[in-house]
């Protein structure tokens, strides 16, 4: 993680254009530009010159950021708007001893405790062996689930599954500024990889799939659908089932599950509106900001409702965490790896 200062240039290269506006969940609602990336961008700047302070308020702007990364694929500049937005919240942390309590409770009772309660359930299977091998990073969904979806699914590729034992892959950690939590997930990460000797890393999880590529450019990191669809692998669910799919923000390769979505037999997939805005995890802990926060909760909610399926998919465990605790029993939301395997 950079210093804010580390990027001041691609912040002056802000041209204020505004085109951000208009695909920014969190303004769409406020119509505040201190919301979006470009009005904090000139507060940004202000603070490394020196002529603002890192305030509360200055920090709930950079709070109320979802960290969609949305602005930055709209951005004429290129600017890597949520990179930026850590490193500012990382200014905020170094001083504020109530984000320290917050990693506390993360790393400790959510992440430690938490994970750990629930791995006693997860469904752990052997790998078949075969000449190509990717090592599985599972991050807290593969401790929670297991590997069993997984290993099924790329054993049916001829591919074997290295399963170690992974913690966290740190973005909790990172969207929060918490630098040194971060680098310490990240450098368990990379020792336990370098220990099995293989640099094909496999995830089913967008969100550690987009942090773990900013990791090392010596690994190679990919979803588990471009392994699929790379070896044509066609399936059947047992049952006709009606779907709609939820894209993670931090997916890149949406080509791949809309591959899969449209080769399954029996599965009928229908494309709700807006499937691919943000679910608002970011928001789910701030209660102060509930107002702004459940508009964009029940605007998922609602199209989830009209798209007219029971099962909602993806393929991140934040947006699947997001997604459930606003469902009202009116749907179910399952991990599609996990469906995939469950259903044929
Ligand atoms: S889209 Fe990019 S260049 Fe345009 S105002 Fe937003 S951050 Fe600045
Ligand atoms: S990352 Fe998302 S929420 Fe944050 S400014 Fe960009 S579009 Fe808005």
Not at 107 to 118: D, N, P, Q
Not at 126 to 140: A, E, N
Not at 239 to 253: L, R
Request: a positive charge; one cysteine or more.
């Amino acid at each position: 993680m950079k210093h804010l200062a580390e990027y001041k240039e691609e912040i002056h290269s802000c041209s204020k254009c505004g085109l951000c506006q208009s695909v920014c969940p969190i303004y769409k609602i406020t119509g505040n530009d201190c919301t979006v990336s470009r009005g904090m961008f000139i507060m940004l700047r202000g603070l490394i010159n020196g002529e603002l302070k890192m305030t509360g308020r200055l920090n709930r702007y950079l709070d109320l950021c979802l960290k969609c990364g949305a602005c930055s694929k709209f951005c004429p500049s290129d600017i890597n708007v949520v990179d930026i937005i850590a490193s500012a919240k990382a200014e905020y942390f170094k001083s504020h001893i109530f984000e320290k309590f917050i990693s506390i409770l993360q790393k400790y009772i959510f992440f430690g405790c938490g994970v750990s309660f629930l791995r006693l359930f997860s469904h752990n299977i052997v790998s078949k062996k075969y000449d190509k091998k990717v090592v599985y990073f599972g991050g807290c969904s593969g401790k929670i689930k297991g590997n069993r979806a997984v290993v099924k699914l790329l054993n049916s590729c001829n591919i074997e599954v290295i399963t170690p034992d992974f913690k966290c892959c740190g973005i909790p950690f990172y969207v929060r500024g918490d630098k040194e939590n971060f680098e310490e997930y990240k450098n368990n990460c990379l020792n336990l990889i370098a220990q099995t000797g293989v640099k094909d890393i496999v995830t089913t999880c967008a969100s550690c799939e987009k942090t773990l590529k900013g990791f090392s450019s010596d690994i190679k990191v990919k979803n588990i659908f471009e392994y699929i669809r790379e070896n044509n692998l066609k399936l059947k669910l047992k049952k006709n089932k009606k779907v709609t799919f939820h894209k993670p923000c931090n997916i890149d390769n949406y080509d791949d599950i809309k591959w899969i979505l449209d080769n399954t037999e029996n599965l009928e997939y229908v494309e709700m509106a807006n499937f691919d805005e943000c679910c608002g995890l970011n928001g789910i802990s701030k209660i102060n900001e509930y107002k702004i926060m459940s508009k964009i909760f029940k605007a998922k909610y609602d199209n989830i409702i009209n798209s007219g399926a029971k099962t909602v998919l993806t393929s991140c465990i934040g947006c699947e965490t997001a997604l459930k605790l606003y469902s009202f029993g009116r749907y179910t939301v399952e991990d599609f790896t996990e469906f995939l395997v469950k259903n044929i």
